[in-house]
């Protein structure tokens, strides 16, 4: 397996600065964000370490600064709203994912991160005509580039904007079985972060063995249900009232159990490191300290990084 870190974490830094706070830490990949340039919306989006239009021109001297530094890109990621019930905002968004995907394309990578998305106001079924209408072209373009596409867990539902069904479709075993039917393609997996299983109250071991064939990518990062809060507000409450972020270690996942359980699966790509831990956030020092500190836990589970 490959050790690396969501390049989101740092936005004020270049790539070049990002990669070679990689590779003094000792990570061996990142995954780099391509969000296009504009107000961020929400916290961590907005980041943009690559330009995906200077790829054509630039693509090569990427990929020879990463491999200087002995690192490799695990993953060009962005991720919006492609569901978004405003048709402005859900092309813009569509548009620009498949111009990531093109760029991935051109880089020779592998992997583009995202989510899938939800008119949050809707049920799942209700949602789904949509979404088959939108993420059928959309693998369709990516199988065409010879790119995987992986979807993130995240269900988008922590406050009261996202309210009440989230932002995300794909947050639970039963979407993503019948996603994976509907769209059956092998460039439509899933880019898998176990912390948001742990809040959902859902075991997040089980489906690295069911998903173990749609396992792209994967995300570090922990999470810790404030049971004291949660007794407060219950379950119906927006999730930010009772869950909180945590670096990997500080939380509830058992890492242990997780690697255990990737390496009984023969999981072997990346696994990067995801901050949103709020008492590390104050200053550039302390999330380079958050990733250093996420490094030196992991380690113990990750053995053998290729360079």
Same mark, same amino acid.
């Given at each position: 397996?490959?050790?690396?870190?969501?390049?989101?974490?740092?936005?004020?830094?270049?790539?070049?600065?990002?990669?070679?706070?990689?590779? !003094?830490?000792?990570?061996?990949?990142?995954?780099?964000?391509?969000?296009?340039?504009? *107000?961020?919306?929400?916290?961590?989006?907005?980041?943009? $370490?690559?330009?995906?239009?200077? +790829?054509?021109?630039?693509?090569?001297?990427?990929?020879?600064?990463?491999?200087?530094?002995?690192?490799?890109?695990?993953?060009?990621?962005?991720?919006?709203?492609?569901?978004?019930?405003?048709?402005?905002?859900?092309?813009?968004?569509?548009?620009?994912?498949?111009?990531?995907?093109?760029?991935?394309?051109?880089?020779?990578? !592998?992997?583009?991160?995202?989510?899938?998305?939800?008119?949050?106001?809707?049920?799942? #079924?209700?949602?789904?005509?949509?979404?088959?209408?939108?993420?059928?072209?959309?693998?369709?373009?990516?199988?065409?580039?010879?790119?995987?596409?992986? +979807?993130?867990?995240?269900?988008?539902?922590?406050?009261?904007?996202?309210?009440?069904?989230?932002?995300?479709?794909?947050?639970?075993?039963?979407?993503?079985?019948?996603?994976?039917?509907? +769209?059956?393609?092998?460039?439509?997996?899933?880019?898998? #972060?176990?912390?948001?299983?742990?809040?959902?109250?859902?075991?997040?071991?089980?489906?690295?063995?069911?998903?173990?064939?749609?396992?792209?990518?994967?995300?570090?990062?922990?999470?810790?249900?404030?049971?004291?809060?949660?007794?407060?507000?219950?379950?119906?409450?927006?999730?930010?009232?009772?869950?909180?972020?945590?670096?990997?270690?500080?939380?509830?996942?058992?890492?242990?159990?997780?690697?255990?359980?990737?390496?009984?699966?023969?999981?072997?790509?990346?696994?990067?490191?995801?901050?949103? #831990?709020?008492?590390?956030?104050?200053?550039?020092?302390? *999330?380079?300290?958050?990733?250093?500190?996420? $490094?030196?836990?992991?380690?113990?589970?990750?053995?053998?990084?290729? *360079?």
């Amino acid at each position: 397996m490959r050790l690396g870190f969501m390049s989101a974490i740092l936005p004020e830094l270049t790539l070049q600065q990002v990669a070679d706070v990689a590779a !003094e830490i000792g990570y061996t990949c990142v995954e780099v964000m391509c969000w296009p340039t504009g *107000r961020a919306e929400r916290r961590y989006a907005g980041v943009s $370490h690559l330009d995906i239009d200077l +790829i054509q021109r630039g693509g090569q001297q990427v990929l020879d600064m990463f491999a200087a530094r002995g690192l490799t890109i695990s993953a060009l990621g962005y991720y919006p709203n492609p569901l978004d019930p405003d048709p402005a905002v859900s092309g813009a968004s569509v548009a620009h994912l498949k111009r990531v995907i093109d760029a991935a394309n051109s880089l020779g990578l !592998e992997n583009v991160n995202t989510f899938v998305g939800r008119d949050w106001t809707r049920s799942v #079924d209700d949602n789904w005509p949509r979404f088959l209408d939108v993420w059928r072209p959309v693998i369709a373009h990516a199988e065409a580039a010879g790119v995987r596409v992986g +979807i993130e867990n995240c269900p988008m539902l922590f406050t009261a904007d996202e309210w009440p069904g989230g932002k995300n479709l794909a947050h639970s075993p039963r979407v993503w079985r019948r996603m994976f039917a509907d +769209i059956a393609s092998d460039s439509f997996g899933l880019n898998y #972060d176990p912390s948001h299983m742990v809040f959902q109250q859902m075991d997040y071991l089980k489906p690295l063995r069911e998903f173990s064939g749609k396992l792209f990518h994967l995300h570090a990062k922990d999470v810790r249900v404030q049971r004291h809060l949660l007794d407060e507000v219950g379950v119906l409450a927006h999730p930010n009232d009772y869950h909180t972020p945590k670096l990997p270690g500080l939380g509830e996942v058992d890492w242990g159990a997780f690697f255990s359980t990737l390496g009984d699966v023969g999981y072997q790509g990346p696994v990067c490191v995801e901050v949103e #831990d709020r008492a590390y956030e104050g200053t550039l020092e302390n *999330r380079k300290a958050a990733l250093r500190q996420s $490094h030196n836990y992991l380690r113990q589970f990750v053995q053998q990084d290729v *360079r």
